[in-house]
């Protein structure tokens, strides 16, 4: 079973070189956030903005910036599991072989057959990448994120581009492996209704230098997010109550 990670974020700024050789391109400035042990929390912010760039900060792919972030006040980093825009998959290996990559030698083969038929993958494990649909392929590289137990999972936009009822079906497959494993999530998206779909907690970032909007819980019961009219109903409420929201959402 994972641990349970909880995260601290302190970026006073970072920056990319410009290609045209000019300034310095400032993309986030004073962002400072937390995420609890086991929450599942939305990133929510419009396209553009530096959700990418957070994400690349926390997984320590890119250690180029002037602040902190840390892990339960310690200084070993976690395991983390990263769900990138596109699904990645080796196209000359098999769904099976694409997720035993990851995998340590000694992981009980149980574990992982367990695991794929969790996510429906049971009966393509055998299957190469350019036979599977989009929708499948986000499930494969969703199980490949799950199966190494991560202490913290990221995922970037992961199901961008499905349409509306498989984003549906892979969202309750997400919410329901989680359940059964738990850990700490940071999920970024643009789009509202997935946010609310999904999240414990929904930060809200700006347009760059990006910041912190506003952090708002959300309080819909988890059996009640398939519903729509609930969820429409929140969105409502959230441009009301936070009306320097309205442009982000």
Wanted: contains cysteine.
């Amino acid at each position: 079973m994972a641990s349970v990670t909880a995260v601290n974020i302190h970026i006073r700024s970072k920056s990319f070189h410009r290609t045209d050789g000019g300034q310095k391109q400032l993309v986030i400035r004073q962002l400072e956030f937390s995420v609890r042990s086991g929450e599942f929390l939305c990133l929510v912010g419009p396209s553009g903005c530096g959700k990418t760039t957070l994400l690349h900060l926390i997984a320590g792919l890119d250690k180029q910036f002037d602040g902190n972030i840390s892990f339960n006040e310690q200084d070993v980093p976690p395991l983390v599991g990263y769900v990138f825009q596109e699904p990645r998959l080796l196209p000359w290996r098999t769904v099976r072989d694409n997720i035993d990559l990851v995998l340590k030698p000694n992981r009980p083969h149980e574990d992982v057959d367990r695991l794929l038929e969790n996510m429906g993958l049971g009966q393509v494990q055998d299957v190469y990448p350019e036979r599977l649909s989009l929708g499948m392929s986000r499930r494969v590289a969703l199980a490949r994120a799950f199966a190494i137990q991560p202490d913290l999972l990221l995922m970037d936009e992961p199901f961008v581009s499905l349409d509306a009822p498989t984003a549906r079906n892979v969202h309750a497959l997400l919410s329901r492996v989680w359940h059964q494993r738990p850990h700490t999530v940071i999920f970024v998206t643009h789009d509202l209704r997935e946010a609310i779909r999904l999240a414990d907690r929904l930060v809200f970032l700006s347009n760059p230098p990006m910041r912190v909007v506003t952090d708002i819980p959300v309080d819909i019961p988890r059996a009640d997010r398939h519903l729509p009219d609930k969820i429409d109903a929140f969105r409502r409420q959230l441009a009301t109550r936070h009306p320097k929201i309205r442009d982000l959402i």
